[in-house]
């Protein structure tokens, strides 16, 4: 079997002679061409494995050839040579369909490490036509579902694992937004090193550039020893920030650097390491609205969100629900012999989910619970109406607005509904006070089958003021 072929183009010659010879090193076949024309010509004769194009040419732009591979030569990856510092170019390359890209002067281990994934992902150019479709080659995907909607977000996945491009996954809590961030990693070059899911919110802000880019024995006190951040655990493999609208502003700019320049400099230290990284955000927020509010840089917005993958919300494929439930069932019983009544599946369907696919998972735990046999019945479920989840937990307030020629009315008629009259509470007024709070929260975290950020968003608190009431009140994670 023939080695594999790259086409190089470029209107540099002494660039060419370059790439040429190390592609020989590396054992693989090259021909060069100094212009877009050049490059048709040989695209039309040859099935090659990987171009790599200048995105200058005497005769058009490298963007260009990347349209019409991506469109024309679909399983041919190609990547672009940007000059220094052109950011800009390289962006619009990847949303082109590049399949990633080197800055000039061009080093020649990262181009070794890029032409290595490339090859990868390439079937061999003499079985299989130029034109052939792609067709997922990995592990079956995590994502379970056969409505319209997952079905092209399954497909959007596949398409996305074959560039090295990053990806900004969009969705509510609960939606698959990890799951589809390791299907990205699973179905790609790269399915064989590391996945590394960081939760950017869960870090104290004191701690981000260490936890990130790593530290120096003595950089701080009680760093007793050298340790990699979590771009280093992740080199050359995929690097996954969820919910990167949690980042505040200083540790954005330094991960902006560290995209750009695809090198790290850890705490205490001196000297710059490279890092082969692909990155995943992920985000319940709205980051461009983040943006607007001076909240998430402007500039790491665009090299985060190259390419954008939305996941629907639950109730937007509620054909997926029982598929889901009979999953969830057998991975929690180890067996397939448990299932849903006719009025349980019915109630589940016609359920809001506001926690998605992890208030699924929520219910069905807790119906197992309660579950007499291998059925689970609708009482089981303990699903709560949806109208009290959606009111705010000062719905009452306007009772005391409504009667203002008889103060003493609302003052009886609010407890009722709400808490127990304080006088018939023993304790102090600061230890009633903590009672009405933490069953507050609790009930708050109940109704999000758990999800903190959500929890907080609905009492009006950032995560961190949640998380520190929960410590004072002595609300454990699993309530």
């Not at 150019?125 to 092209?152: F, V």
């Not at 599946?345 to 696919?357: E, R």
């Amino acid at each position: 079997m023939p080695p594999p072929r790259i086409l190089i183009v470029d209107d540099e010659a002494d660039l060419r002679e370059l790439l040429d010879i190390t592609f020989l090193k590396m054992g693989l076949d090259s021909d060069c061409a100094a212009t877009l024309a050049e490059a048709r010509t040989y695209l039309t004769r040859h099935a090659y494995a990987m171009v790599l194009t200048d995105m200058r040419l005497p005769d058009g732009l490298g963007i260009e050839l990347v349209r019409e591979v991506a469109a024309s030569y679909r399983n041919t990856p190609i990547a672009v040579i940007t000059a220094f510092g052109s950011a800009d170019n390289a962006v619009a390359a990847l949303k082109a369909g590049a399949f990633d890209y080197l800055s000039k002067p061009v080093a020649l281990d990262q181009l070794r490490v890029m032409v290595q994934s490339a090859l990868k992902l390439t079937p061999s150019p003499a079985t299989i036509p130029a034109a052939a479709p792609s067709a997922a080659s990995g592990p079956a995907l995590r994502l379970l579902g056969e409505s319209e909607a997952l079905r092209n977000v399954r497909t959007q996945i596949v398409r996305l694992a074959r560039s090295m491009a990053p990806v900004a996954i969009t969705g509510e809590s609960g939606s698959g937004k990890e799951l589809a961030a390791r299907d990205i990693h699973a179905q790609s070059a790269r399915a064989d090193k590391p996945f590394v899911a960081v939760n950017c919110g869960a870090i104290p802000e004191a701690l981000m550039e260490a936890e990130f880019f790593g530290y120096r024995k003595g950089a701080f006190t009680g760093a007793a020893e050298d340790r990699d951040g979590f771009f280093q655990a992740a080199n050359g493999g995929t690097l996954m920030l969820d919910e990167v609208a949690d980042l505040p502003l200083p540790m954005q700019v330094k991960l902006l650097r560290a995209i750009q320049e695809r090198r790290v400099r850890k705490v205490g230290s001196t000297v710059e390491e490279p890092v082969d990284v692909r990155l995943i955000s992920a985000t319940h927020q709205n980051l461009a609205a983040c943006v607007e509010a001076g909240k998430f840089r402007q500039d790491l917005y665009y090299r985060l969100n190259v390419i954008e993958l939305s996941l629907p919300p639950l109730r937007e494929r509620k054909d997926d629900i029982g598929l889901l439930a009979e999953a969830v069932l057998q991975r929690l019983t180890g067996s397939t012999r448990t299932r849903l009544s006719a009025a349980a599946l019915d109630a589940l369907l016609a359920h809001s989910f506001p926690g998605n696919v992890r208030e699924l998972e929520n219910v069905l735990e807790r119906a197992l619970a309660f579950a007499g046999g291998d059925t689970i019945e609708l009482q089981d479920l303990a699903l709560k109406p949806a109208t009290p989840a959606a009111a705010p937990p000062a719905a009452a307030a306007p009772q005391v607005e409504a009667a203002p020629a008889e103060p003493a009315a609302p003052t009886q008629a609010m407890p009722s509904e709400t808490w127990p009259p304080p006088a018939t509470l023993a304790g102090s007024l600061p230890d009633h006070l903590d009672k009405v709070e933490r069953a507050l929260i609790q009930e708050t975290l109940m109704r999000t089958a758990n999800n903190q950020a959500q929890a907080a968003s609905l009492l009006g608190l950032t995560l961190r003021q949640l998380r520190y009431r929960m410590q004072r009140l002595e609300i454990g994670e699993d309530e």
